[in-house]
């Protein structure tokens, strides 16, 4: 009988030391000191630095970035907390929109706010109310009309959304044209 994937997985968790000379421990630390954040970046960096299989290369950087996205999650969790708990679910769906943008959107939660990333930014999500999120947009450039307002450093611009009506297409649009800019 055939070991299930769950077995699979569990066997080679165990083999990491022997096979690869150091415990996972002890690799996502390497990672973490690495810089690298990318899974393509990390298992180069395990691959070509330290000669680490393609196999093991793949799960120690799977198990490294699960670490930063448990973190990533608490943080999230902490901002829709209590009285913004009823925000989360307008976080999910422009999350949702955001990652249909293209596969290099990065998440970068921070302890009030979520920064939507390629190579530089191009939004931000905060939980600015109990009732509202306001949805910066790296728009430098644009006169603020209507809806889309004068905002910050980080971000030129910002939507204050309050529904899921309230992203509409035009807000789509803006945070569309925002990504296209930071590539």
Known sequence: MAASPDDQL???LANIPEKTGKPLAEWIALIKQSGHEKHG???KFLKEEH????GFANLITAK????????????VAA???????ALHPLYEEIVAFAQTLGGDVELAPKKTSVSLRRKKQFALITPATKTRIDLGLA?????????LEAYNAMCSHR???ETSADFDDEVKGWMTEAYSRSG
């Open 159 to 161: 939507v204050r959304i």
């Open 51 to 54: 000669g680490v299989t393609h």
């Open 139 to 147: 728009l430098k450039g644009d006169d603020p009309q209507g809806r």
């Open 41 to 43: 970046a990390i298992m």
């Open 64 to 75: 490294s970035r699960e670490t930063e996205a448990d973190a990533e999650v608490d943080l």
């Open 10 to 12: 569990a066997t080679m």
């Open 79 to 85: 901002q829709y907390a209590d009285a913004k708990e």
